[in-house]
């Protein structure tokens, strides 16, 4: 099984800051890397498909690079209501594996 | 718009079995893979199994194999879960997700959920 490698577990940063999360593939995935915000009581939402491809709808304050093995989501600027826990996920191989998430607050 | 309605969660013993459904509208649901992923309490998602647009393709995670079974009704827009053998560690929040590629039947070409239930919780306790 692959395993996801996400960083930190989790943040807390102000209004405005630009937010950095990473995941680490235990091997080589190409690009086949998504992104999730996860809101308590809520369905998760995918932000990023294919490392980088925003979503349809998805706010331009999100983003993601990266290939292979290493991967980064970035909210150039946080917002009140970017709350949530982020995970990334791959799909390179069955089992889809998720990263264990990261929980962001607001300071 | 795409809704994807999970229930049949509850309170169960553990060695029981109980059957999560989820109920499908918006979508041609009889095109798309679905997958089944949980998440525990305080911890992250756990994909468990997804089935191919057809029902002809099933896989699982290890943690559920041979205990789960995923199938699909596409007259009746529906895809289940049936899970025998309850162990304390199934206790979840249960969500079905639609995969975003059509036609998808062997292991290799599931990629990502662009729609997600609300979820169902499953306690699993004597």
């Known amino acids: 099984d692959i395993q996801m490698t996400q960083s930190p577990s989790s943040l807390s940063a102000s209004v405005g800051d630009r937010v950095t999360i990473t995941c680490q593939a235990s091997?080589?995935?190409?690009?086949?890397l998504n992104w999730y915000q996860h809101k308590p009581g809520k369905a998760p939402k995918l932000l990023i498909y294919?490392?980088?491809n925003l979503e349809t709808g998805v706010l331009s304050r999100f983003s993601g690079s990266g290939s292979g093995t290493d991967f980064t989501f970035t909210i150039s600027s946080l917002q009140p209501e970017d709350i949530a826990t982020y995970y990334c996920?791959?799909?390179?191989?069955?089992?889809?594996?998720f990263g264990g998430g990261t929980k962001v607050e607001i300071k | 718009q795409v809704q994807l309605v999970e229930s049949g969660g509850g309170v169960v013993q553990p060695g029981r079995s109980l059957r999560l459904s989820c109920a499908a509208s918006?979508?041609?649901?009889?095109?798309?893979?679905i997958h089944w992923v949980r998440q525990a309490p305080g911890k992250g998602l756990e994909w468990v199994a997804v089935?191919?647009?057809?029902?002809?393709?099933?896989y699982y995670a290890d943690s559920v194999k041979g205990r789960f079974t995923i199938s699909r009704d596409n007259s009746k827009n529906t895809l289940y879960l049936e899970m025998n053998s309850l162990r304390a560690e199934d206790t979840a929040v249960y969500y079905c997700?639609?995969?975003?590629?059509?036609?998808?039947?062997?292991?290799?070409?599931?990629?990502?959920?662009?729609?997600w239930g609300q979820g169902t919780l499953v306690t699993v306790s004597s």
């Open positions: 091997q080589d995935i190409t690009n086949y």
């Open positions: 996920q791959q799909y390179d191989n069955l089992p889809l594996t």
């Open positions: 089935i191919s647009y057809d029902g002809s393709n099933k």
């Open positions: 294919d490392a980088s």
């Open positions: 918006g979508f041609t649901f009889s095109y798309y893979g």
């Open positions: 997700a639609k995969d975003v590629i059509p036609y998808c039947s062997g292991g290799s070409c599931y990629s990502y959920f662009d729609y």
